[in-house]
């Protein structure tokens, strides 16, 4: 069983930072691409940002500039570090990771999802 589980969402006034954390714990043999989505109401989940097993990265345009995807690997644990939040970045933000289970195949799972609402 493999869990990912996010924390350090939350109320921000615009122009502020927050950095979300997912945690991957289970019986896991290694982890290859890592990411962030989200999703506001009445939206479809998007892409935010990736980060590979080689620490390469992908942003979605909207957040180039202001958000930074980061990974520990030791820790199986994946960062991003947002600043510069506007209103329209608020969102149910998930992390995703495509995980090899101990014995198991290649899959990939998705976390609860942690709420970041940017309102003055």
């Known amino acids: 069983q493999v869990q990912l589980v996010e924390s350090g969402g939350g109320l921000v006034q615009p122009g502020g930072s927050l950095r979300l954390s997912c945690a991957a714990s289970?019986?896991?043999?290694?982890?290859?691409?890592m990411g962030w989505y989200r999703q506001a109401p009445g939206k479809q989940r998007e892409l935010v940002a990736t980060?590979?097993?080689?620490?390469?990265?992908n942003y979605a345009d909207s957040v180039k500039g202001r958000f930074t995807i980061s990974r520990d690997n030791a820790k199986n644990t994946v960062y991003l570090q947002m600043n510069s939040l506007k209103p329209e970045d608020t969102a149910v933000y998930y992390c995703?990771?495509?995980?090899?289970?101990?014995?198991?195949?290649?899959?990939?799972?998705w976390g609860q999802g942690t709420q970041v609402t940017v309102s003055s």
């Open positions: 980060i590979t097993s080689g620490r390469s990265t």
């Open positions: 995703n990771a495509d995980i090899w289970r101990v014995g198991g195949p290649l899959m990939g799972y």
């Open positions: 289970g019986s896991i043999f290694s982890i290859n691409a």
